[in-house]
């Protein structure tokens, strides 16, 4: 049998390097995880994507940075020493013999499966500054932890409106540029991460809960406005200057130079749903990976640990809370604030599924076009959406606004938040630059065939009456002229 040329048949990839375990994020639980690798004897790369460089930071990747970064988060070097001394446990690992390497994202995890088996085993793919490239590897820790929920409002694009748990973060490594902030959210995680930035010298000016505080909020020695919501936060290009909120009494502005968004706690799992791990929904933490006892996930290669995991204090009926925040903020506030800003998308294109008004798309000639009559029965699908409305599809690759389009989805349509399924996920699951997706090897006899891959017609006729070199300009335009 002839094996087609342009096929996957035969070809092998061009694996820079290996592994026996790769663990990815370099937090506590990450750390942990390759010390007890090591100590099997196994060996083992750690790679953690902090200091993560301030053009990603600028697109509030892998966290809701919102603008916070003082200018000390543009030297690499300082950053790296800041990191290392805020987790002692690095200088440890090297000591044990990982392979440590800072700066350093994993964007995609790939093995065999139904719809591949050309593969030589697990391998990830990595990427620094300066390169990306492919690790074989024999097991995956994934350790990436978690982030904030954001949440829609006038003035939410502001710098200085950021997560709690990126301000903690900044913070921790000294480049948190705000003094004086607002609290939105009273869970566990949300206080946790405000006693880090008290400590740091930030001020919390004022907690804001929408209904009645999940934790003590008073401990922090802010006032404690329960029943409020975000009305707008108000300043300019240099960035947030006060929060106005309002309740059943009225209006109050509060002077500050950040809002910090803890409204939600959201397990970091794209790299795990984009390899095809199981994922499910928890109702005190949201969508986590499915894992046995052993904390493997349904690819047998891949532990999830941390906070990515699920590893954090539950919150009571995590659907309940965050569905009353978007109600408040986006139904109850002004419908036209883009949820969406990558893609200018906002909650009534949402809701009445419209395409962004850049791309002039003409009204809907549908009699009813409600999200349960556009989208038919069951659970309204996110990608489905997505693909109607360009919501999440932007460059920050839906973190800011993911949760934020399910709420609206199920408040809605009626449906419970558990019930909408969860948004694809799709390598690389962070950004990689043109420059360095290209340097990726490829072998020559998987090059030289390369341009028949984005010829449809070409996919569906024998390999022999193809031409050598397939081009835009010489496909054929008529399917009856193939062949």
């Keep these: 049998m002839t094996i087609d040329p342009a096929s996957v048949a035969g070809k092998t990839l061009d694996v820079a390097e290996r592994t026996d375990v790769l663990v990815v994020g370099a937090g506590g639980a990450g750390i942990a995880a390759a ?3 090591r100590r099997q004897g196994a060996a083992v790369v750690l790679v953690d994507e902090n200091p993560v460089p301030a053009e990603t930071m600028g697109d509030d990747i892998p966290m809701l940075w919102g603008g916070a970064a003082s200018g000390a988060a543009r030297n690499r070097t300082a950053m790296t020493e800041a990191l290392l001394a805020a987790r002692p446990g690095l200088a440890t690992a090297v000591e044990a013999g990982v392979d440590v390497r800072l700066g350093t994202s994993c964007w995609g995890l790939y093995a065999n499966g139904p719809s591949v088996g050309w593969l030589p085993g697990p391998i990830a793919g ?10 074989g590897v024999g097991r995956v820790v994934v350790a990436a932890g978690c982030r904030d929920m954001g949440v829609a409002f006038a003035g ?3 710098p200085g409106v950021a997560g709690v748990q990126a301000a903690a973060s900044l913070a921790a490594l ?3 540029a705000p ?3 607002v609290l939105l959210g009273t869970s566990d995680a949300a206080l946790a991460a405000a006693d880090i930035l008290i400590a740091a010298g930030v001020t919390i000016v004022a907690v804001v809960e929408v209904a009645a505080p999940l934790a003590d909020a008073g401990r922090l ?3 404690v406005l329960c029943g409020h919501r975000v009305v707008r936060a108000e300043g300019g290009i240099d960035g947030v200057t006060a929060l106005v909120v309002a309740s059943a ?6 002077a500050c130079d950040a809002v910090l968004l803890g409204i939600g706690t959201v397990p970091v799992i794209e790299l795990l749903d984009a390899a ?3 994922i499910v929904f928890d109702p005190g933490r949201g969508h986590v990976p499915l894992l046995d006892a052993a904390g493997r996930t349904s690819l047998p290669f891949v532990s999830a640990v941390g906070g990515c995991a699920g590893d954090f204090p539950a919150q009571p009926d995590i659907a309940a809370y965050r569905m009353a925040w978007v109600e408040a903020l986006v139904l109850d506030g002004a419908d036209d604030v883009h949820v969406c800003r990558c893609e200018d998308v906002t909650a009534r294109d949402i809701l009445h599924l419209r395409p962004p008004r850049y791309l002039h798309a003409p009204p809907s000639r549908r009699n009813d076009a409600s999200l349960r009559a556009l989208l038919g029965e069951g659970p309204p699908n996110p990608d489905q959406v997505k693909r109607l409305t360009r919501a999440g599809m932007g460059v920050c690759q839906g973190r800011r606004c993911r949760e934020q389009v399910a709420c609206l989805l199920a408040l809605g349509t009626g449906e419970p938040l558990a019930s909408v399924p969860l948004a694809t996920h799709r390598a690389p699951v962070r950004p990689l630059p043109l420059r360095l997706a290209q340097a990726v090897a490829e072998p020559p006899d998987m090059r030289r065939h390369w341009d028949t891959w984005f010829g449809m017609y070409a996919q569906y006729v024998p390999y022999w009456d193809v031409a050598p070199t397939y081009t835009a300009a010489t496909r054929p335009r008529d399917p009856d002229d193939v062949g």
């Design 35 to 37: 010390l007890d690798a």
């Design 221 to 223: 020695g802010a006032p």
């Design 249 to 254: 009494t009225g209006e109050r502005r509060l």
């Design 276 to 278: 095809g791990c199981r």
């Design 126 to 135: 990595l990427a620094d500054e300066t390169r990306a490239w492919l690790l």
């Design 179 to 181: 003094r004086r902030a």
């Design 174 to 176: 000294g480049a948190f």
């Design 156 to 158: 939410w694009d502001l």
